[in-house]
């Protein structure tokens, strides 16, 4: 039974567009996190929380907001999707320094 | 801030050859260092994790030692399978941190062919 999925796993919007991604954990961990991939740059962190209802600031924040409704549950949101947004999502979960990761969300931006 | 580098983007071998990546870190204090690796259509997984404690990790055949005098940390592997093709991330956690921010680096894509 996978302990971090990820919905969708692909996305197709233009460019303006609205975009959720979410993501669920079983481990019932704390932290959760949302990462970006992209060729040359490896894993660049986006946002993380520490448990429901809190937001911490990542990396590469511009452009995305984020929200932890549940222990459970952590959303990344694109409200006026780029082209430069156009990258592979994962999500992850920890209790101590070993992240779990989900399989990914590959988003186009067109 | 902290940092990691792995200078080497991509390297190809072929089964049962030596395989050694490269990587290399800034930051205050001891880290807890650790080597991720990403097999295709999958997220990373941890492969190994060292501390300042131990020093040495091993896992499936990997090894990875914590040398404090040249910050690095780099991987082996004595004979390497076509399955352990995949990309190899070098990370690392601050020391007397919380459990929060990693630093990975860009990572290093291993092909072995058969």
């Known amino acids: 039974e996978a302990a971090v999925t990820q919905s969708p796993r692909n996305k197709v919007t233009v460019t303006g567009g609205n975009v959720t991604l979410s993501c669920r954990q079983t481990n019932s961990h704390n932290y959760m996190y949302w990462y970006r991939q992209d060729t040359g740059h490896g894993l660049r962190l986006i946002h993380y929380?520490?448990?429901?209802?809190?937001?911490q600031i990542g990396d590469v924040p511009d452009g995305y907001k984020a929200t932890r409704t549940t222990q459970e549950d952590f959303f990344l949101l694109l409200e006026l999707a780029s082209p430069s947004q156009t990258s592979l999502y994962f999500c992850a979960s920890s209790d101590n320094y070993e992240q779990y990761f989900g399989p990914g969300t590959r988003l186009t931006v067109l | 801030g902290n940092s990691v580098t792995q200078m080497q983007g991509q390297v190809t071998l072929s089964e049962e050859e030596f395989l050694f990546i490269n990587c290399t870190y800034s930051?205050?204090?001891?880290?807890?260092l650790f080597w991720y690796v990403q097999y295709p259509g999958e997220g990373p997984q941890l492969l190994l994790k060292?501390?300042?404690?131990?020093n040495k990790g091993s896992s499936r055949g990997f090894e990875a030692t914590y040398d404090k005098g040249t910050t690095s940390f780099h991987l082996q592997k004595a004979s390497v399978q076509e399955s352990d093709s995949a990309v190899y991330y070098c990370?690392?956690?601050?020391?007397?941190?919380?459990?929060?921010?990693?630093?990975f680096g860009k990572g290093t894509k291993l092909s072995v062919k058969s």
């Open positions: 930051t205050t204090g001891y880290p807890t």
């Open positions: 990370v690392l956690a601050p020391s007397g941190g919380s459990n929060a921010k990693l630093t």
């Open positions: 060292v501390t300042t404690a131990n």
């Open positions: 929380s520490y448990g429901a209802g809190n937001l």
